[in-house]
């Protein structure tokens, strides 16, 4: 599975943003899917998290009502819309995809994408 995350970009806090996501040469419909950020000297972390249903989804407490994932097995997509950004939201933003159809652990995650920027200012 290949992944590739599209989106990202530099906005004012309060605006909104969508990442996209599209994956290739696998089975889209049987993964789970997941969006990571990681900022400077920080560890990666989960943002929000999509079983290969789309019946169940988690986020972060940092992003709950502000972020919203999505996944549309026909166009092979996920989706992560953004909005109220905070210049804490900021970070290099990774897509996941797990084979075992969900979960809320780094860790699990089969495959990456390749990270896309997303900065907030003041």
């Known amino acids: 599975v290949q992944l590739q995350a599209s989106g990202g970009g530099s906005v004012q806090a309060g605006d909104s943003l969508r990442l996209s996501c599209v994956a290739s040469q696998g089975n889209f419909n049987s993964l789970g899917m997941g969006w990571f950020r990681q900022a400077p000297g920080k560890e990666r972390e989960v943002v929000a998290v999509?079983?290969?249903?789309?019946?169940?989804?988690h986020y972060a407490d940092a992003v709950k009502g502000r972020f919203t994932i999505s996944k549309d097995n026909a166009k092979n997509t996920v989706y992560l819309q953004m909005d109220s950004l905070k210049p804490e939201d900021t970070a290099v933003y990774y897509c996941a995809a797990v084979r075992s159809g969900y979960s809320t652990y780094v860790e699990s995650y089969d495959y990456w994408g390749q990270g896309t920027q997303v900065t907030v200012s003041s």
């Open positions: 999509i079983n290969r249903y789309s019946s169940f989804t």
